[in-house]
């Protein structure tokens, strides 16, 4: 273990506006939520000196708000409050099930949806999900604020869009009108507590006369960020889903996602099963 | 200062508020029950209770757990009796090297308490990140298994 | 009431329950300085100089380097060519340089980084095979039987096939770890996370030259070893027990996971090549072995660890003619050690890879063609050894068949996979083993070791050896081995700390020979402690207060009353050295597994959904215990063949943390059923062999095989994991296109 605790400056607000007010002066500070993700670092030395806002004080951070019409999850709600939520589990199941996925429970007890993000890691669990239902991420620094879709979020491996001094406030979602298929799948490195080497949801929405009215399908661990598959979502928005149409949208899969050899996996079986995933969400019925 | 709770006891600690609460417990309170085995939220054997919760204390400044009930492995025993899910990991073989039993048990202490199914699909799937490299877990979900079903069997006896 | 073949309780179970059982870094260490280790970031040069950053604070720091070793700057094991400290030569990246100390552990690891390795690189041999064009071989056995040639005559077909088994990291959940310090009178302390107190006590008379007694190696509580704290322990040692000498104050060092990844030993990477000569009928005529293993940069036990590789190699089969050449080489790689099986879980997953391509190539079960040469008692081994007795290898493989009615479930599985709009395909697989029990041929021998059951002046009964528990029994199994050979309750029987002052060297605890070996040696001692008490007058059973009094008349000068029992090899073993020939173990034990695949046709990933196994250890002392480390060690089993995967990149493990080194949890293993058979040993204390490794040698042969009925892959390179799957599964149907 390697992290020296005395090394650490600390800034502890009390209040949201507080915490920008701090950040705004110590814009190179470390904003730390659940600390699954910071704190690995932390053990190994590799923020020795550095300045901690910690944001666990931040109530109006914690509160899931839930209307007619959607959800608003504060930046600092974990994964296990997410995946118990009654109306998370009934109008976004993919979420609550992709929150059941990351690491084991102690992680889950921890980590929050903000931090996740806040981290961008390309292999976020809740990524996808949140893709496909097309949330929306509220920013907020001193004297302003700002909503940027999900996906406008993510600038790269570990990068986001966020400006100095901003914070994520919360994760808004409209809740979709009920699918007719959905999906959400993990691939990882072993059954339980592990990084994946996929993970795609899945909605797809039907026409009364048996077109794709819509579908929406996400990767993550696909590229540096989550995706969306737009080339094979035009293809068959609107259409009759033949299994040659499918086998079309499979091979455009290609287009939109750019999966690597690492640790943990190969491009090659990335893709593979990123297709044999996607074919088999639009093949079922 | 951090003013805390821990094993139904008021403590202050004094040192630096970054100190993780693994550290925390294991230096500052003596308390050295709670193991490291990774620090880096993977293998569990720094499993506490925070306000009921299974954490990884190795990724848990202290800080953050200001004002909050931390329970460790020594909060489990009565005196000198073992607990119901102690004496279930002796007779069914739950301990054999040890390490990771302290994290083990919390997080198991957490599942029986909490109600948790005493089928052993669920107790696998509650005890998902704590590593294991001696059992193989089959004697680990036999003693929660058993243990879950008795507290059950109390509950419903209590009603 | 008897203990041995009762599951009696953990000894040291309720303090490893209660958070109160000390692991070495539970210790606080008044006064002690953390030691970190500097280690090379090349895997081969020469060091030229070692630069202290002047504008770091020094004052606080203590330093050793190889200049301060007073003894022989080697780590002892077999050879000497393994230095505690680099001085000149690099041949491994983590090789360690310099240990430095610090009061505060985080400012120790900060000082690492203000240090400057100034070094001459050279370019490293990485691979086995540059290696051996270069002929830089540590060890080389080779095994002959009968007329290999006249055996190729004999067949009537000849199957080659070509195994790969890569490293595989320990991972004990509680790192190394180790504390020295100096005592005022002299006395050499070394308190630590170890398996062998003895060995580190050779290893530290070396370095440290002192009267024998001046060095004391107290072992702790310790959190998994399976190997990795077989050796591994003199290195860690000798660096803590440097820098306390220099420092004048205790040092403690405990490494995080990912320098103990990094840095410690590993399981033998092998390259095993079959060529066998069979039979229409699946009789083995004629076997050539071929085994290549990389030792890594230092000799440090790899002979060993052929030689049981090698001695494992034909499987548990018999065969006329025989040919079984080993060599192990060096790579420039941080050196390779014991893991659980030690050779054996590696060429063991070749010889039965082997019998499964035999019999698709036969077109009969793999079943049908062990059974055609699965060991039986008077069966000739390839060094010629006659198997005399306690031989289980046909009772377990029966017991595994019938219990997981392994015919019937093949066949099952043979329609579910021809149903094309299945979501699986699904596999039954089928292996079995045998393991050494003990030291190879002379090794016990070579040991001589040492162990007592005696009286204390308190009246109660201490067992004395140095054996360790390490999670497998150890202290449990060796008390229940004396109370009933004194006909007394097991909580009666006290196990003394392995402490090299209190205790006599009974030898390491590695290859599955506690309980046989020690438990022989103890069994003995008590016996001759029975019998001197008798004579005293001491009617049996004794009471506690009989003992008592025995103990005021015996124990002279508050010392312990008992017999120190010295081992002696069976009269009629015979093993030659020079031929490799003989009998190479005293006795073996036998293990057959059946496992159940599914693998998903989308992501194939392989799910194991039902293990069913027979072992025969000769005598279940502890059954519980005995279902534990089967269990387990299936557990290790199933991570070397379907997850853990050692990634190295330029000479040294590039995923060493427990998020990208793969371990299974508790969704990962299935349940496992376990059938305990028992062929009693008669040398064996009632009866029992060994089973530590056993249970490691099994799984992943029966993984494979169950692949390759799922599949129709047959898959010769662990771990086999979905991307090996899917390219197999492609590069085929490119072939067949």
Same mark, same amino acid.
């Given at each position: 273990m390697r992290g020296d605790a005395s090394s650490m400056t600390l800034l502890r607000p009390r209040s949201v506006e507080e915490a920008l007010l701090l950040y705004a002066a110590s814009p190179r500070a470390i904003p730390l939520a659940g600390g699954t993700d910071f704190m690995v670092a932390w053990n190994a030395g590799e923020a020795n000196g550095r300045t901690i806002l910690a $944001? =666990?004080? $931040? =109530? %109006? &951070?914690k509160r899931i708000t839930e209307t007619k019409t959607g959800i608003r999850i504060g930046a600092l709600v974990t994964h296990r409050e997410i995946q118990v939520h009654p109306g998370i589990r009934r109008r976004l199941p993919l979420l609550a099930e992709a929150c059941a996925t990351i690491g084991g429970s102690q992680i889950q007890a921890r980590g929050t949806l903000g931090g996740n993000i806040a981290n961008a890691s390309p292999a976020g669990d809740t990524f996808p999900p949140l893709a496909v239902y097309e949330a929306r991420v509220r920013l907020r620094s001193v004297g302003a604020s700002r909503t940027l879709p999900l996906l406008e979020v993510f600038a790269g491996v570990k990068k986001t869009a966020l400006a100095e001094g901003e914070l994520i406030d919360s994760i808004e979602i409209d809740f979709p009108r009920l699918p007719a298929r959905q999906s959400f799948r993990k691939v990882g490195t072993r059954a339980a507590s592990a990084i994946s080497k996929t993970v795609a949801a899945g909605l797809l929405f039907l026409s009364s006369d048996g077109r794709i009215r819509e579908v929406r399908f996400a990767l993550g661990s696909m590229a540096p960020t989550v995706r969306r598959l737009s080339s094979a979502e035009a293809l068959l928005a609107g259409k009759k889903p033949t299994s040659r149409l499918v086998a079309e949208a499979v091979d455009l899969l290609e287009h939109d996602v750019s999966p690597i050899d690492d640790l943990r996996s190969t491009r090659a079986y990335r893709l593979e099963v990123s297709r044999n995933l996607l074919r088999a969400f639009l093949s079922t019925g | 200062m951090i003013e805390l709770t821990v094993n139904r006891k008021k403590r202050r600690y004094f040192g630096p508020p970054f100190k993780r609460l693994l550290d925390v417990l294991r230096e500052d309170f003596k308390l050295t029950g709670t193991k490291e085995g990774c620090g880096e939220g993977e293998c569990g054997a720094c499993t506490v209770l925070l306000d009921g919760e299974p954490v990884n204390s190795c990724l848990v400044p202290v800080m953050q757990a200001e004002g909050s009930r931390v329970e460790t492995v020594e909060s489990l025993q009565a005196s000198s009796r073992l607990s119901p899910l102690q004496q279930s990991f002796l007779e069914e073989g739950g301990a054999q090297c040890g390490i990771c039993t302290p994290g083990m048990l919390m997080t198991a202490v957490a599942h029986v308490r909490g109600g948790g199914p005493a089928d052993r699909q669920s107790v696998r799937t509650a005890l998902a990140g704590n590593l294991c490299r001696c059992t193989g877990y089959q004697h680990i979900v036999t003693a929660v298994v058993e243990t879950a079903k008795r507290e059950k069997k109390r509950r419903a006896r209590a009603r | 009431m008897a203990s041995v073949g009762t599951s009696s309780r953990r000894k040291e179970g309720p303090e490893k329950l209660t958070g109160e059982a000390r692991y070495i870094d539970d210790y606080p260490l008044e006064g002690a300085l953390h030691g970190v280790t500097l280690r090379s970031k090349v895997a081969r040069g020469t060091l030229r100089e070692i630069r202290f950053d002047p504008s770091f604070d020094w004052s606080s720091v203590v330093v050793a380097t190889a200049s301060d070793i007073p003894g022989d700057n080697s780590v002892l094991l077999i050879e000497k060519d393994q230095p505690l400290l680099a001085s000149r030569d690099l041949n491994h990246r983590e090789e360690p340089i310099l240990i430095l100390g610090h009061a505060d552990r985080a400012k120790a690891y900060e000082a690492l980084e203000h240090i400057e390795v100034v070094c001459d690189e050279e370019k490293p041999v990485l691979t086995m095979e540059e290696a051996l064009a270069n002929g830089d071989v540590f060890k080389r056995f080779e095994i002959v039987k009968g007329d290999l040639e006249a055996g190729f005559r004999e067949a009537d077909v000849v199957v080659e096939g070509e195994y790969r088994v890569p490293h595989q990291e320990q991972a004990y959940i509680e790192t190394n770890g180790v504390a020295a310090w100096e005592e005022e009178d002299g006395t050499l302390v070394i308190m630590g996370s170890m398996q062998c107190p003895y060995y580190v006590h050779k290893a530290m008379l070396g370095l440290f030259p002192r009267a024998p007694e001046k060095i004391r190696v107290i072992q702790t509580t310790t959190g998994g070893g399976f190997g990795g704290k077989e050796e591994y322990p003199n290195l860690i040692a000798g660096h803590a027990a440097v820098l306390a000498l220099k420092a004048k104050r205790p040092v403690k060092i405990v490494y995080d996971r990912a320098e103990d990844m990094r840095a410690t030993t590993k399981r033998h990477p092998a390259r095993i090549r079959h060529r066998t000569g069979v039979k229409k009928d699946g009789t083995l005529v004629a076997q050539d072995i071929d085994v290549l293993m990389d030792g890594g940069a230092y000799v440090t036990l790899s002979p060993v660890v052929l030689s049981r590789g090698v001695l494992h190699a034909t499987g548990t089969y018999e065969c006329p003619n025989v040919r079984v050449v080993g060599r192990v080489i060096k790579t420039n790689t941080p050196p390779n050690g014991a893991f659980r099986g030690f050779g054996a879980p590696q060429t063991l997953f070749a010889a039965e890879m082997q019998v499964e391509k035999i019999a698709a190539r036969l077109g009969l079960d793999a079943l049908a063609v062990r059974r055609k040469n699965l060991f039986r008692e008077g069966s000739v081994t390839a060094t010629g050894q006659v198997l005399k007795e306690s031989v289980g290898a046909r009772d377990v493989l029966d017991r595994a068949v019938a219990l997981s009615r392994y015919l019937p479930r093949r066949k099952e599985c043979e329609r579910w996979n021809r149903r094309k709009a299945a979501p699986s395909w699904r596999g039954v697989g089928l292996a079995a083993v045998f393991h050494g029990a003990g030291f190879t041929g002379s090794g016990e021998a070579y040991l001589k070791s040492r162990a007592a059951v005696s009286l204390l002046p308190n009246g109660d009964i201490e067992v004395e050896a140095a054996s360790t528990e390490i999670g497998q029994g150890t202290t449990s199994i060796l008390a229940s081995i004396a109370a009933d050979a004194l006909e007394v309750p097991y909580d009666w029987i006290r196990v003394s700390t392995p402490d090299t002052a209190k205790v006599p060297n009974s030898g390491p605890t590695v290859a599955s020979r506690t309980c046989m070996i020690v438990g022989g040696l103890l069994k003995r001692s008590a016996d001759e402690l029975r019998r001197a008490l008798e004579r005293e007058?001491?009617? &049996?059973? %004794?009471t506690p207060s009989a003992l008592k009094r025995a103990a005021r008349r015996l124990c002279l000068d508050g010392r312990p009353f008992g017999f120190v029992q010295e081992y002696e090899p069976p009269s009629d073993i015979r093993w030659d050295d020079a031929t490799y020939r003989g009998d190479a173990y005293c006795v073996y034990g036998y293990a057959a597994m059946v496992v159940e695949v599914e693998i998903d046709k989308l992501t194939y990933e392989v799910t194991v959904k039902d293990v069913v196994t027979a072992q025969d250890v000769g005598k279940a002392v502890n059954p519980l215990f005995v279902e534990g480390q089967i269990v387990g060690g299936t557990a290790q089993g199933l991570g070397y063949a379907l997850l853990e995967n050692v990634i190295f990149d330029q000479g040294a493990m590039a995923n060493a943390n427990f998020t990208n080194y793969v371990i299974p949890t508790t969704l990962d293993t299935p349940e496992v059923r376990v059938e305990i058979v028992e062929k009693p040993y008669s040398l064996g204390p009632f009866g029992a062999k060994g089973v530590g490794e056993l249970p490691m040698d099994v799984p992943a042969p029966a993984v494979a095989a169950a692949i390759h009925q799922a599949t129709g892959l047959f898959l010769t390179e662990l771990p086999l994991l979905p991307e090996r799957i899917s390219k197999a599964i492609h590069d085929r149907a490119h072939r067949q296109s």
């Open positions: $944001l =666990s004080r $931040l =109530s %109006p &951070w | - | 007058g001491v009617e &049996w059973p %004794p």
